[in-house]
């Protein structure tokens, strides 16, 4: 039985070796040029554009912004949004690590 403060080892869904292959070689990206570069490569325009729009919806609705702003903001889908949204309820917290790290980023960069 599990006590309150024990960490469990995440399991992915998505693991295999490819993923795992893929995951290695970001963590192996050192700046931005280097993500612009590698993920130019790797993905459509449309996928990195998809991507980047989830990330930035998922920090509006964390900042408490409506469906209807981000919508106006983002140009993101009500489905979008909402996917995103269920993602930051009951997803695998990846959104809410990040967006965690990314504040404080900029908190220690004011």
């Given at each position: 039985m599990?006590?309150?403060g024990d960490?469990?080892?995440?399991?992915?869904?998505l693991?295999?070796?490819?993923?795992?292959?893929?995951?290695e070689?970001v963590?192996?990206?050192?700046?931005?040029?280097?993500?612009?570069?590698?993920?130019?490569?790797?993905c459509?325009?449309k996928?990195?554009?998809?991507?980047?729009q989830?990330?930035?919806?998922?920090?509006?609705?964390?900042?408490?912004k409506?469906?209807?702003?981000?919508?106006?903001?983002?140009g993101?889908?009500t489905a979008t949004?909402?996917?995103v949204?269920?993602?930051?309820?009951?997803?695998?917290?990846?959104?809410?690590?990040i967006?965690?790290?990314?504040?404080?980023?900029d908190?220690?960069?004011?």
């Open positions: 599990m006590k309150r960490t469990v080892a995440y399991e992915s869904k693991k295999d070796p490819f993923a795992d292959a893929f995951f070689a963590l192996q990206l050192n700046d931005l040029e280097e993500c612009y570069r590698f993920f130019e490569d790797v459509t325009i996928e990195v554009q998809s991507i980047s989830r990330l930035a919806v998922a920090r509006m609705l964390k900042e408490g409506t469906y209807t702003e981000i919508e106006k903001m983002s993101a889908s949004i909402s996917r949204n269920r993602c930051l309820q009951y997803g695998a917290d990846g959104y809410q690590l967006l965690k790290r990314l504040a404080e980023k908190e220690s960069t004011v």
